[in-house]
């Protein structure tokens, strides 16, 4: 149990942690063992902000009295839905698929809150450079894209893959951390900034 009103991020994500860290805000951490199956004719909107609220809710139940901040993100390309590649095969097809043409990245938030809760996304437009094979199996050799949905990491070297992107960098990497923070504060939580 953590003390009164503090933060919670719901996530096990390095990424999501760096980017509220960078703020010089106090949270804590505790990674859900939420469920992260979901329904594949859902929505890709629906899936993040579903997975982000059973994120939030799942710490929320231990913590009642603090703000659980949960986060979602898949890559979207062709009606299907891109999570974290389960082999290097799959990594390499998904980034194969992804050669050349814009997909989009959906980022889901939940934050819950004391019977307060707001559940949000946001979505970020990416265009790859048309990739070679070998450029794919050299990105793969670098062993980053395989906790990423899609298979590549925009904050890494998974940057020079990127012509284009219209929308929230940081949706990319998982959390839209400008407008989370707005969403923190319209439910009462106290930044330091
Ligand atoms: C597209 C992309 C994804 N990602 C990451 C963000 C997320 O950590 C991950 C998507 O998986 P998620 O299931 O959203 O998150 P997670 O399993 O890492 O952490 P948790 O469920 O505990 O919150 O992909 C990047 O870091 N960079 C990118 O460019």
Redesign the pocket.
């Known amino acids: 149990m953590f003390k009164e009103k503090n933060l919670i991020l719901?996530?096990?994500?390095p990424?999501?942690k760096a980017l509220l860290e960078d703020l010089h805000i106090s949270f804590e951490v505790s990674?859900?063992d939420a469920d992260?199956s979901f329904d594949k004719s859902l929505a890709p909107e629906e899936i993040v902000m579903e997975?982000a609220r059973r994120?939030a809710d799942a710490v929320l139940k231990a913590n009642p009295k603090s703000y659980c901040l949960?986060?979602?993100?898949?890559?979207y390309h062709n009606g299907n839905v891109l999570?974290?590649p389960a082999s290097r095969e799959e990594a390499f097809q998904s980034l194969k698929g992804l050669s050349g043409v814009w997909h989009a990245?959906y980022t889901g938030v939940s934050i819950a809150a004391d019977g307060k809760h707001t559940v949000f996304y946001e979505k970020t437009n990416v265009l790859f450079w048309e990739l070679t094979d070998e450029e794919i199996n050299a990105y793969l050799d670098t062993g980053e894209p395989f906790?990423?949905?899609?298979a590549?990491?925009?904050?890494g070297v998974?940057r020079l893959l990127v012509k284009e992107i219209k929308g929230d960098y940081f949706t990319?990497?998982?959390l839209p951390i400008s407008r989370t923070i707005r969403e923190l504060r319209a439910l009462g939580f106290n930044m330091p900034h």
């Open positions: 719901a996530s096990s994500s990424r999501r990674s859900s992260e997975l994120k949960g986060a979602d993100t898949i890559v999570g974290k990245v906790d990423k949905a899609g590549y990491g925009i904050q998974g990319v990497v998982g």
